[in-house]
């Protein structure tokens, strides 16, 4: 699975889909500093995505960027983050582990370990 159908993936399961009335979604994605530029053009994309089939919702998405390791604690610590796309999986691993927002499980639940 390519990094961008992985996170198109991701984006579109934090936005509600099957609604017929006009939404306005704001997500975060928490990620670290190399994807900065990566996740700004991809973002873009996605709201376009979701406009083509949701032409009256509005879907504004925000980024944290920072280190692997201190985007991770930021979440443990309540950052409400929609998305989460760290380096490490260890990282995630204790997000599952100490911030209890998505389930110690969560590699098998995709293919290929969760990993693009």
Known sequence: MSIRRFALA???????????????????????????????????????FWKKSHPDDTVKINQSHGGSGKQARGVIDGLRADVV???????????????KTLPENWQTRLPDASTP
């Open 10 to 48: 991701a984006l579109a399961s934090a936005v509600f889909a099957g609604s017929a009335v006009a939404k306005d979604y704001e997500l975060l994605n928490v990620s670290y500093d190399p994807t900065r530029e990566l996740y700004q053009d991809y973002n873009a994309e996605f709201v376009n």
């Open 85 to 99: 796309t760290l380096a490490l999986a260890g990282d995630i691993d204790e997000i599952a582990k100490l911030g």
